[in-house]
């Protein structure tokens, strides 16, 4: 019973609500049972454990990602985590699971969730701070005029506007657009799509995530996917175009 994109939340939840807890014993049997290769009781298991997905999700909630696709990342953790599980440890699956499921929320959200990108380390420290009930910066947006550094008269702004060397020939502008399509094709046409989307090559608009997964039929993670293998594309395809 894993979360599908296509389900609405109130079905799913529904789903799993009568859901209850493991006992000890019987979360014990069917973890040796699983490890014996028993398909059926891992399920169970899995089954069992994913009203955590959902408690550790809401808590999440408001930094980036819509809560459904945080419980599809949550299910990946739990379902990794029941394959390690070792009965015999004293531990209980939810606690042991807890953490990889944070973790597999806390790395979607490292990717996809922030205009301002942090590592994950520093995204769970900054989460733990908000815990805390501490006082954190928003990294949501970017003011354009924040200075650059403690000892810079430049501003943000002034480093996206004032862009050297500047393209106004015609001969150079055309060459440009020549050498940004000859590499968007070697792109599949999915992918191309997903990058003129989200650059706004086209129109001249940037396209959020969410929306672009909305447009395509897919998730807002798939999005992400592909934008981070694509620009990794890209980045190769332009390095062996200059050994050319």
Same mark, same amino acid.
């Given at each position: 019973?894993?979360?599908?994109?296509?389900?609405?939340?109130?079905?799913?939840?529904?789903?799993?609500?009568?859901?209850?807890?493991?006992?000890?014993?019987?979360?014990?049997?069917? !973890?040796?049972?699983? $490890?014996? /290769?028993?398909?059926? &009781?891992? #399920?169970?298991?899995?089954? *069992? #454990?994913?009203?955590?997905?959902?408690?550790?999700?809401?808590? #999440?909630?408001?930094? /980036?990602? =819509?809560?459904?696709?945080?419980?599809?990342?949550? #299910?990946?953790?739990?379902?990794?985590?029941? *394959?390690?599980?070792?009965?015999?440890?004293? +531990?209980?699956? !939810?606690? @042991?699971?807890?953490?990889?499921?944070?973790?597999?929320?806390?790395?979607?959200?490292? $990717?996809? /969730?922030?205009? +301002?990108?942090?590592?994950?380390?520093?995204?769970?420290?900054?989460?733990?701070?908000?815990?805390?009930?501490?006082?954190?910066?928003?990294?949501?947006?970017?003011?354009?005029?924040?200075?650059?550094?403690?000892?810079?008269?430049?501003?943000? !702004?002034?480093?996206?506007? *004032?862009?050297?060397?500047?393209?106004?020939?015609? *001969?150079?502008?055309? @060459? @440009?657009?020549?050498?940004?399509?000859?590499?968007?094709?070697?792109?599949?046409?999915? =992918?191309?799509?997903?990058?003129?989307?989200?650059? /706004?090559?086209?129109?001249?608009?940037? +396209?959020?995530?969410?929306?672009? !997964?909305?447009?395509?039929?897919?998730?807002?993670?798939?999005?992400? $996917?592909?934008?981070?293998? &694509?620009?990794?594309?890209?980045?190769?395809?332009?390095?062996?175009?200059?050994?050319?």
């Amino acid at each position: 019973m894993y979360y599908q994109k296509s389900e609405s939340l109130d079905r799913y939840f529904k789903s799993i609500k009568n859901l209850d807890p493991l006992t000890k014993e019987e979360e014990s049997d069917l !973890a040796r049972k699983a $490890q014996a /290769g028993s398909k059926a &009781a891992l #399920n169970k298991l899995v089954q *069992h #454990n994913l009203k955590i997905v959902v408690t550790i999700a809401n808590k #999440n909630r408001g930094r /980036g990602i =819509d809560v459904d696709d945080l419980i599809q990342q949550g #299910n990946i953790g739990l379902y990794e985590s029941v *394959h390690r599980y070792d009965p015999d440890s004293g +531990v209980r699956l !939810a606690s @042991f699971a807890s953490t990889r499921i944070l973790k597999m929320m806390n790395e979607l959200i490292d $990717q996809c /969730g922030r205009i +301002v990108r942090l590592p994950v380390n520093q995204e769970y420290q900054r989460y733990l701070a908000i815990k805390r009930g501490e006082e954190v910066d928003n990294l949501n947006t970017v003011k354009m005029d924040d200075y650059m550094s403690s000892d810079s008269t430049a501003t943000r !702004a002034d480093y996206i506007t *004032h862009v050297e060397p500047s393209i106004n020939d015609v *001969h150079d502008r055309e @060459f @440009f657009r020549k050498k940004v399509n000859s590499l968007l094709a070697t792109l599949e046409d999915r =992918d191309r799509t997903v990058i003129k989307l989200y650059y /706004g090559l086209e129109t001249g608009a940037e +396209v959020p995530t969410k929306e672009i !997964a909305n447009r395509i039929g897919i998730t807002q993670v798939r999005v992400c $996917q592909i934008l981070n293998q &694509a620009k990794k594309t890209l980045k190769e395809n332009y390095k062996l175009s200059k050994t050319l």
